[in-house]
């Protein structure tokens, strides 16, 4: 059983960065691709961005491309999301996601642990 706990969330004005960080335990996290969503209110969850198990794929949402960048540290069980020129639109409840083996896809299917949460408000 894997637990993911995120943290870094908060209150931002527009244009600035936050990072936000995954804590993973209970498994052996270099085997597990991560992946960030986020569901804003009255939205469903959206895929964000992900990293492969062995770290070699990134993948990320078009509306994130050039503003947000994945990674990890295996050394240290965590998953990383910086997020760059951040706009309103990136208000959200952000979750990561953990995929055994996985090749870091955006189908939230392909992720069988998820963590609470970390809610990050983009002001004006």
């Known amino acids: 059983q894997v637990q993911l706990i995120e943290s870094g969330g908060g209150l931002v004005q527009a244009g600035g960065s936050l990072r936000l960080s995954c804590a993973a335990s209970?498994?052996?996290?270099?085997?597990?691709?991560m992946g960030w969503f986020r569901q804003a209110p009255g939205k469903e969850r959206a895929f964000v961005a992900a990293?492969?198990?062995?770290?070699?794929?990134?993948n990320y949402a078009d509306s994130v491309k050039g503003r947000f960048t994945i990674s990890r540290d295996d050394a240290k069980n965590t998953v990383y999301l910086q997020m760059n020129s951040l706009t309103q639109e990136d208000t959200a409840l952000y979750y990561c996601?953990?995929?055994?083996?996985?090749?870091?896809?955006?189908?939230?299917?392909?992720?069988?642990?998820w963590g609470q949460g970390t809610q990050v408000t983009v002001s004006s």
């Open positions: 990293i492969s198990w062995t770290g070699g794929s990134r």
């Open positions: 996601a953990a995929s055994k083996y996985g090749m870091g896809g955006s189908r939230d299917s392909e992720y069988r642990y």
């Open positions: 209970g498994g052996i996290f270099s085997t597990y691709a």
